[in-house]
């Protein structure tokens, strides 16, 4: 009897919720920063890329509700259809597959008022309602910092693994440790570390300056025993694409160590 209880106990704590009947889903990945303005995007949409650079069917949960900008790299405009067997993803130049609330508004333009749980909610939707079909890599682009949707994401989603990106500024290794530390509580193991903004090259001589103050990536990595899997300089191009929907055609080979992460995965 005590065996049967501590099984329906298991059971109700796991709070894991079943990908849509039409999706095969091979690896979830999470995608997180300690706080906004990383460009945490860029770097979820330079992964997916380079995913489906290698062959491999990759696509995108904007868990970002409220501050999406996913759709907007990809030149996707178009609403996300739907019929009896969920919500159909669109997909971008480069194959893709893309699901954010912004591709559920009339006008992307308006502001997303929701509540936490509200939100929780509609991010587990993109999950279980969408028809994302085989795919090998879903690449999930978190909202900064350590609140609702992060959690939702680590409790109900299979995450296999997340990559923390940050920048070089002063509070990093705080903003990182906090990062590292609720995946780690939450029993998802950090894949490691891609710094952004990590330098800007000057197009006359080509010397590094360090725009955000020196990196101190290597050393938070050594601290936590992880890897740093990329670091991105500042890439006016990069921006530009992203700016006019043509993300689709950027290759970043600054995180070829953190797709070698990706695919190294079983």
Known sequence: MADNNRNKGEEASDLRVQENAFSNIDHVIAVISGKGGVGKSMITASLANAMALTGHSAGILDADVTG??????????????????????????NGVEIMS???????????????????????KQFYTDVVWGPLDYLLVDMPPGTGDVPLTVFQSLPVDGAVIV???????????????????????????????????????CGEKISVFGESHIDEIAADLHIPVLGKVPIRPDFVKAADEGEFAGISNTYVEKAAEALLSLK
């Open 166 to 204: 940050t920048s070089p500024q002063d509070l990093v290794r705080m903003i990182v440790t906090k990062a590292y530390k609720m995946a780690e509580m939450m029993n998802i193991p950090v894949l490691g570390l891609v710094e952004n903004y990590s330098y800007m090259e000057c197009p006359h």
């Open 101 to 123: 609330t912004n591709l559920l508004l009339k006008n992307e333009e308006e502001p997303v008022l929701w509540r936490g749980p509200i939100i929780a909610n509609v991010v």
């Open 68 to 93: 999406p900008s996913i759709p907007k790299m990809y030149g996707i405009t178009q609403q996300a259809e739907s019929d009896g067997n969920g919500i159909y993803p669109p997909t971008a130049e």
